[in-house]
């Protein structure tokens, strides 16, 4: 069966650091692009970044890009996302997914929860 | 970067209606267009990719059409467990965007 699943969200304070994680199963995790997504109440689902099966190609929105850095730990079937100077605004459901071809998202993990508050 | 507007923002409909869902991109995405369905507490779920082609294992109830910048999405006989928000999304371009969603309610 295919499955993602986060890990690693919490409460941090504005300025700090998380590293997100999102082990994968069932799928050979090599043949496919990964990507991270948020989703607020307010702005809704926001693609953040992806990052290519040999992690040769990767792409961020502007919204994060310096911020945060997107990993694959191939032989580990693991995607990462070290997020730092976390901001209120980053407070939200973070969701690892899998891009099938032309960059749909046809699995998603279950979410994990990040708040960034004092 | 492509704006994605949906229209309704929310509408309810009887079972057995046919539901139409509009998507407008800023500027022509081809067919590079996909739809989801997510329910409270759950991840986003994918219905259609590529505008018209239904992802495996969800419902012939559900259509997509539509190239450019004009999309639609089409239930064709609302059930119960149709009650959702519905988000489409563009893979045309770096950045991938999502559309406001559809929240559509059974009467």
């Known amino acids: 069966q295919v499955h993602l699943v986060e890990s690693g969200g919490g409460l941090v304070r504005p300025g700090g650091s998380l590293r997100l994680s999102c082990a994968a199963s069932?799928?050979?995790?090599?043949?496919?692009?990964m990507s991270w997504i948020r989703q607020t109440p307010g702005k809704g689902l926001e693609w953040l970044s992806y990052?290519?099966?040999?992690?040769?190609?990767?792409h961020y929105a502007d919204s994060v890009k310096g911020r945060v850095t997107i990993s694959r730990d191939n032989a580990k079937n693991t995607l990462h996302l070290q997020m730092n100077s976390l901001r209120a605004e980053d407070t939200a459901v973070y969701y690892c997914?899998?891009?099938?071809?032309?960059?749909?998202?046809?699995?998603w993990g279950q979410g994990t929860v990040v708040t960034v508050s004092s | 970067d492509i704006q994605m507007t949906q229209s309704p923002s929310s509408l309810s409909a009887s079972v057995g209606d046919r539901v139409t869902v509009t998507c407008r991109a800023s500027q022509d995405i081809d067919s590079f267009l996909n739809w989801y369905q997510q329910k409270p507490g759950n991840a986003p779920n994918l219905l259609i990719y590529a505008a018209s082609s239904l992802q495996g294992g969800v419902s012939s109830r559900f259509s997509g059409s539509g190239s450019g910048t004009d999309f639609t999405l089409t239930i064709s006989s609302l059930q119960p467990e149709d009650s959702a928000t519905y988000y489409c999304q563009q893979s045309h371009s770096i950045p991938l965007t999502f559309g406001g969603g559809t929240k559509v309610e059974i009467k």
């Open positions: 997914a899998r891009n099938r071809v032309n960059d749909a998202f046809d699995i």
């Open positions: 069932g799928f050979t995790f090599t043949d496919f692009y």
């Open positions: 990052i290519s099966s040999r992690g040769t190609t990767i």
